[in-house]
């Protein structure tokens, strides 16, 4: 530790009932911002596709064209990849924002808010979260052989429907052709109305500005 480091500062002590309902809100709080955040994620990567098709099918119609020129065919094509980045960037953060979500209602089910139950539905989606967000995360690892460190190769590739995929691509409108961001989109559309009911109370923020106004009159 170097010396010329500041000291760090003195923490409050806080009672059990303090430490329970701070541990309750945020773990809730959290939550919520990474359901949300799915389905924020889910709407610009949606945008962000569809102009990318948008843009090949203009190509398409372009090569048909009698003015058609190398020159138009290069501007739509460095258009297509711009675009088609920015769906690659929206894809990774929809897959964070899972993985967080699961994340978190894990910490919440632990500390006795809900059950697991309330997230039934979406706990179908967890496994084919986890891999892809890896994957996604961790991709150069997936391309390395075992003897440069890398993960495992051959699970860069999944086989299923009598379709095979990268993790990258999309097929059949699966990631990875292992799963379809409409269907878990739609799945955390119908949790997020059973979280806002489920909300404790004490963890509003009203209830929240009170408790910290408590707590500060406490140590004054």
């Given at each position: 530790m170097?010396?010329?480091?500041?000291?760090?500062?003195?923490?409050?002590?806080?009672?059990?009932?303090?430490?329970?309902?701070?541990?309750?809100?945020?773990?809730?709080?959290?939550?919520?911002?990474?359901t949300?955040?799915?389905?924020?994620?889910?709407?610009?990567?949606?945008?962000?596709?569809?102009?990318?098709?948008?843009?090949?099918?203009?190509?398409?119609?372009?090569?048909?064209?009698?003015?058609?020129?190398?020159?138009?065919?290069?501007?739509?094509?460095?258009?297509?990849?711009?675009?088609?980045?920015?769906g690659q960037c929206e894809r990774h953060f929809f897959l964070n924002?899972?993985?967080?979500?699961?994340?978190?209602?894990?910490?919440?089910?632990?500390?006795?808010?809900?059950?697991?139950?309330v997230f039934a539905e979406i706990d179908a989606f967890r496994d084919s979260v986890r891999r892809l967000r890896d994957m996604h995360e961790h991709a150069d690892e997936y391309f390395k052989t075992d003897g440069q460190g890398g993960r495992k190769p051959h699970e860069w590739w999944h086989i299923a429907d009598g379709g095979i995929s990268d993790a990258s691509s999309t097929h059949n409108g699966k990631f990875g052709n292992l799963l379809d961001p409409k269907d878990l989109s739609?799945?955390?559309?119908?949790?997020?109305?059973?979280?806002?009911?489920l909300d404790p109370g004490h963890l509003g923020p009203r209830a929240r500005r009170e408790q910290i106004a408590r707590m500060n009159a406490r140590r004054s």
């Open positions: 170097s010396k010329n480091r500041p000291p760090l500062p003195k923490l409050p002590v806080r009672s059990e009932d303090e430490k329970k309902w701070s541990d309750d809100y945020y773990s809730f709080d959290w939550l919520l911002s990474w949300k955040a799915v389905l924020e994620t889910h709407g610009r990567y949606q945008t962000a596709d569809a102009e990318y098709m948008r843009l090949l099918d203009v190509r398409r119609k372009m090569c048909l064209e009698p003015e058609w020129t190398l020159e138009k065919a290069h501007d739509n094509a460095d258009a297509s990849w711009i675009v088609k980045h920015r924002a899972a993985h967080q979500m699961f994340r978190y209602s894990d910490w919440v089910v632990a500390r006795g808010i809900t059950d697991r139950k739609a799945a955390v559309e119908r949790l997020l109305p059973k979280l806002i009911e």
